[in-house]
């Protein structure tokens, strides 16, 4: 079993930025695919962002494409998400996720059910 620690979440101003941190322990977590999710108050949770083992292949939603980047250190069994140009729409609680293979394609790296180990979630929250 994994076990997954998201860090980094804050208030920040529109328009600033924020790095994420997941950290795994126990079973190690480089050879699957990470992915961040997130859900706002009232909504459904959504795909953000995932890459695989090697870091050769990463997806994003759409709309955070061109402002968050993702990447991964296996040495240090830790992910990150990095988000600039944050906007009030991204407010929400930031999930980090373990898949159960060791490759997703882009299109599948968005649905959760490929997804089998879960943090407890960070705030970010982002003021106008």
């Known amino acids: 079993q994994v076990q997954l620690v998201e860090s980094g979440g804050g208030l920040v101003q529109a328009g600033g930025s924020l790095r994420l941190s997941c950290t795994a322990s126990g079973r190690t977590f480089g050879s699957d695919v990470m992915g961040w999710f997130r859900q706002a108050p009232g909504k459904e949770r959504e795909f953000v962002a995932a890459?695989?083992?090697?870091?050769?292949?990463?997806g994003y939603a759409d709309s955070v494409k061109g402002r968050f980047t993702i990447s991964r250190d296996n040495a240090k069994n830790t992910v990150y998400l990095q988000m600039n140009s944050l906007k009030p729409e991204d407010t929400a609680v930031y999930y980090c996720?373990?898949?159960?293979?060791?490759?997703?394609?882009?299109?599948?790296?968005?649905?959760?059910?490929?997804?089998?180990?879960w943090g407890q979630g960070t705030q970010v929250t982002v003021s106008s």
């Open positions: 890459i695989t083992r090697s870091g050769g292949t990463t």
């Open positions: 996720a373990k898949a159960r293979t060791m490759f997703l394609t882009k299109e599948a790296m968005g649905d959760a059910s490929f997804f089998g180990s």
